[in-house]
C-alpha cells in the first residue's frame, strides 16, 4: 500500500526532477496487464542483455487515480493451490526479480552502496522514499529513482518515471556482481534528445520496456502494480481467471493453452517476445550477430535440428520455472542424447540420426559448440554469455 500511496502521490504532482531544498517525489505507481511483449533496455538474466533502440523525449500530464488492474490477470499467488510445486520454484528467480522497487529494502543484497557514481558526476543517495540520483553541478538536482531493471545477475538499469506513460532510464547502470557502474548499453552515444542523466523513452518503448519485466500491465500505461513486478505466471500462460474458474467446476477446457505440446518454432517465438526471436530482428544490423544476448534468434540459426526440421526450444534445455542451470553437463546429457557413442536413444521420427563429433563424443560438448562471449563489450566486465547459436567452431569464424 505505501508504494501505490507513493506513486499516485508522484503521479498526482508530476515531480520527478526534484530541485535542492523542494519536496520531493515519491515512488510512483499505476495498475497493470496486457502480456508483456517485446524488447527492452539491459538488465536481467537475460533480459539484462535487452538493449533499445531510438527513443524520443516525451513531457506528458499524468492522469488521476492509479487504474485497476483488467481483471483476467490473478497473478502468481492464486495459480499456487494448483500449482505449488512450480510457484515455489519461480519464487525468487531472476525472472521473479526482474522489476524490483529502486530502494536498498527493495534491491536487498544486490543494492548499490550509496555516494558518487564513479565517473557519473553523480551520488546516489537513500532517503525515506528509496533511492535518488543528485547532480551538484552546474545547479543542484535531484531525480528520484522508482524501480530496477533486472534481477542482478548481471547487471540493472534505475529508471524514473515522468507520469504513467513515460520513463527516463538512468544514463549509468550498476552491476552487482562486480560492483561497478557503467553506461547503460544503448546509451554509450548521446543523442541530441538525450536528458544529461539518462534517455527518456516515448510511450510505446516505455511500455516495452516495462512489458518484459512485468507479468502485465494496465492499458495504455507503463506503470505496473506491485504486484505484478516480475516475469510471473501469466506472462507465459496468459491470464489465468478464466483458466481457474473452469478448473474448479472440472470444466473439460481448461482455458489455457499447454505450453508443453507447442512445436519449438512456437516455444521460441514466446520467449522471443522479450529474449529476441529471428522475426524481432533487424537482420542487416549488428544485433543479428549477437547469438548470444538473443537466444532464441541464435538457436533458429543453429544447425541443429528436431522433428522434421524445426529448431531445437528454449524448453528442451531449459526449466522455465527455475533458474538457468549452471552445470555444463547436464546440457551435454541432452546433447549426447542424439550425439552419444554409441547412441543414448535410437533415432526415430522425433529423434533423427546426428553426427557424431570427431574430436570428442563423449563431453565437452557446449564449451565447443556454444562459445562464450563478451556480454557487456563496453562496460569494463568480465561478463560472458552463451552463443546459443551451435555451431562447429571452424564455420562460427
Known amino acids: 500500500m505505501r508504494f501505490r500511496r507513493a506513486v499516485a502521490k508522484a503521479l498526482s504532482a508530476r515531480l ?15 495498475s497493470n496487464p496486457a502480456l508483456a511483449s517485446a524488447v527492452c533496455v539491459l538488465v536481467g538474466a537475460t533480459h539484462l542483455l535487452i538493449v533499445i533502440a531510438g527513443c524520443s523525449p516525451r513531457g506528458g500530464r499524468a492522469s488521476g487515480a492509479p487504474q485497476a488492474t483488467p481483471p483476467e490477470f490473478v497473478g502468481n499467488a492464486a495459480c499456487a493451490e494448483c500449482h505449488p510445486r512450480e510457484h515455489q ?15 536498498a529494502a527493495g534491491l536487498q543484497g544486490v543494492a548499490p552502496r550509496t555516494g558518487m557514481i564513479p565517473r557519473a558526476g553523480l551520488r546516489l543517495v537513500e532517503d525515506g522514499e528509496g533511492l535518488l540520483v543528485r547532480r551538484e553541478f552546474p545547479v543542484r ?6 524501480l530496477a531493471v533486472g534481477s542482478g545477475k548481471y547487471g540493472m538499469t534505475f529508471v524514473s518515471f515522468l507520469d504513467d506513460r513515460h520513463l527516463m532510464e538512468l544514463r549509468w547502470s550498476y552491476f552487482p556482481p562486480w560492483n561497478w557502474w557503467a553506461l547503460t548499453p544503448g ?17 510505446e518503448m516505455s511500455r516495452r520496456c516495462m512489458g518484459c519485466h512485468t507479468t502485465a500491465l494496465p492499458e ?3 506503470v505496473p502494480e506491485p504486484s505484478f513486478f516480475g516475469v510471473g505466471c501469466e506472462a507465459c500462460h496468459g491470464p489465468g481467471r478464466a483458466h481457474i474458474q473452469a478448473a474448479r467446476i472440472r470444466q473439460r477446457d481448461l482455458r489455457m493453452e499447454k505450453l508443453d505440446r507447442l512445436p519449438p518454432s512456437r516455444l521460441n517465438g514466446l520467449c522471443g517476445r522479450c529474449h529476441r526471436s529471428t522475426a524481432a530482428l533487424d537482420l542487416t544490423s549488428p544485433e543479428a550477430s549477437q547469438t548470444h544476448r538473443f537466444q532464441p534468434h541464435g538457436l533458429q540459426r543453429s544447425a541443429c535440428r528436431t522433428e522434421g526440421g524445426q529448431p531445437l526450444s528454449c524448453l528442451g534445455c531449459h526449466n522455465p520455472h527455475t533458474d538457468a ?3 555444463h553437463r547436464a546440457y551435454e546429457r541432452i546433447c549426447l542424447a542424439c550425439h552419444a557413442v554409441p547412441p543414448a536413444a535410437a533415432p526415430g ?10 574430436v570428442n563424443p563423449r563431453e565437452g560438448c557446449i564449451r565447443c559448440h556454444m562459445e562464450r562471449r563478451s556480454a557487456f563489450p563496453t562496460a569494463g566486465i568480465p561478463a560472458t554469455m552463451v552463443d546459443h547459436r551451435i555451431a562447429i567452431p571452424a564455420a562460427r569464424r
Not at 521420427?349 to 570427431?358: I, Y
Open 16 to 30: 520527478i526532477f526534484v530541485p535542492s531544498r523542494a519536496p520531493e517525489s515519491s515512488l510512483p505507481s499505476k
Open 89 to 103: 520454484a519461480h519464487k525468487g528467480t531472476h525472472h521473479d526479480l526482474a522489476l524490483r522497487p529502486a530502494s
Open 141 to 146: 538536482r535531484d531525480v528520484r529513482l522508482h
Open 187 to 203: 546509451q554509450e552515444v548521446r543523442l541530441r534528445t538525450d536528458d544529461p542523466l539518462g534517455r527518456v523513452q516515448d510511450a
Open 220 to 222: 495504455g500505461r507503463a
Open 325 to 327: 542451470e549452471t552445470d
Open 349 to 358: 521420427p522425433r529423434r533423427p540420426a546426428a553426427s557424431l563429433c570427431p
